[in-house]
């Protein structure tokens, strides 16, 4: 199963592709999008988000999309702008016909690391091992994006036979 993960983000947001047999898997394309900084108007960002990742979509066609879910937030208005990344990313997915899978942070590390409190750089340090890559990818948003993808691998064989878990909320 090839899998799309997106790690969302207004300013920049990590995407990673890859295949998977549930228990191996193999990088495809990952990448960040860099939207621009906050002097860039929000909806140019928002525009390009959705245009990178519709690029990457038809570049590596795959059969699942799951993004990370959102987290609580001290400020508001930057929970504000992540929901509206997340909510482009959604829309991509939604135009290719794709199902979409959404995963809480605390979820991606547990399903990576096996505990839902690890450090950025332990997800990492797995994302690096379990695609066997030389290195660890970067940048960070990428490889967090990679780490999405490979937590929906770990979950899709009990989500199809549990009749799936699609997007909450």
Do not use: W
């Amino acid at each position: 199963m090839r899998i799309l993960g997106i790690d969302p983000g207004s300013e920049i947001t990590g995407y990673g592709v890859i295949d998977s047999d549930g228990a191996s898997h193999a990088v495809v394309d990952y990448g960040a999008i860099r939207a621009g900084s906050s002097r860039r108007a929000f909806h140019q960002r928002l525009l390009t988000i959705h245009d990178e990742l519709c690029a990457v979509l038809q570049r590596a066609p795959v059969a699942a999309v799951a993004v990370e879910g959102m987290f609580h937030a001290l400020n508001s208005q930057s929970a504000l702008r992540l929901g509206h990344a997340r909510g482009v990313a959604l829309l991509a997915a939604a135009r290719f016909g794709l199902p979409l899978f959404e995963y809480s942070p605390m979820e991606i590390k547990k399903a990576i690391v096996g505990y839902g409190r690890a450090e950025k750089g332990q997800v990492q340090g797995m994302v690096r091992f379990l695609l066997r890559l030389p290195e660890v990818p970067s940048p960070a948003d990428a490889a967090d994006a990679l780490a999405v993808a490979i937590c929906h691998a770990h979950h899709a064989g009990t989500r199809v036979a549990t009749g799936g878990i699609r997007l909450r909320g």
